[in-house]
């Protein structure tokens, strides 16, 4: 890996120059997080709430 060619980089101690990003879409990342919990609060935006289910179900 070469040298990252950016002036702010150097001032970021401990930070890797490339970080690693799972091969799968946003998607299935919410559908395990909807399994495992389904009857979680999924968010709640300024009062409008849904869990983890709801708002899996509210895309299809």
């Known amino acids: ?3 990252v060619k950016t002036p702010w980089y150097s001032s970021y ?6 970080l690693e990003y799972p091969d799968y879409s ?3 990342l919410l559908e395990e997080s ?3 919990r389904e ?6 935006y300024f ?4 869990t ?3 708002f899996l179900l ?3």
Request: with cysteine; proline share 0%.
């Open 1 to 3: 890996m070469g040298q």
């Open 13 to 18: 101690d401990g930070v890797r120059q490339h």
């Open 26 to 28: 946003i998607y299935l």
């Open 34 to 36: 909807a399994k495992k």
């Open 39 to 44: 009857g979680l609060t999924a968010y709640n």
């Open 47 to 50: 009062g409008k709430c849904a």
């Open 52 to 54: 983890y289910k709801e």
């Open 58 to 60: 509210c895309g299809q």
